[in-house]
């Protein structure tokens, strides 16, 4: 009679069903519901662990990238620098050295003007001298005509 209790008709269809099944069935729905939410409830909490861990990354591989693009930029910063010090050195090198040519063949001329004009003034005091002593001779010859012409009666 115990089994009786246990089952009930449905008033419906007739069909027996049992209290165990139906309170089985409905404790299995509710725990399986209940599983159900807690599983959501997981999963929700999973993504959004998961978005906080990408996120995370994320950030420190912008961080990183921003870190090698820094140093990349400071890299390529030294290097044209370096590259501009040693093409600015070489442009000067050849400034001097075209400076130095250009002064050495000014030396030259100077030089050269510098012996022309030395010739010259020595020719001019040559010629002045050669004047002086042309003149000389030429007033002693005067002078003697003179006396000769007194002389002569």
């Given at each position: 009679m115990a089994k009786d209790f246990q089952k009930i008709i449905c008033p419906n269809c007739g069909t027996e069903i049992s209290l165990d099944?139906?309170?089985?069935h409905q404790l299995r729905e509710g725990i399986m519901k209940e599983f159900s939410i807690e599983q959501q409830k997981k999963q929700a909490e999973f993504l959004k662990r998961e978005n906080e861990i990408k996120e995370k990354a994320i950030a420190e591989s912008q961080k990183n990238i921003e870190k090698q693009v820094t140093e990349q930029t400071k890299s390529a910063e030294v290097k044209l620098k370096k590259e501009l010090r040693l093409e600015i050195s070489k442009e000067k090198e050849t400034e001097?050295?075209?400076?130095?040519?250009?002064?050495?063949e000014n030396r030259k001329a100077l030089a050269v003007a510098q012996q022309s004009e030395l010739k010259l003034r020595q020719e001019r005091s040559k010629f002045e001298s050669e004047k002086q002593a042309?003149?000389?001779?030429?007033?002693r010859q005067l002078d003697?005509?003179?006396?000769?012409?007194?002389?002569?009666?």
């Open positions: 099944e139906v309170i089985t001097v050295k075209a400076i130095s040519e250009e002064l050495e042309f003149e000389l001779d030429k007033q003697e005509e003179r006396e000769k012409i007194k002389k002569k009666p």
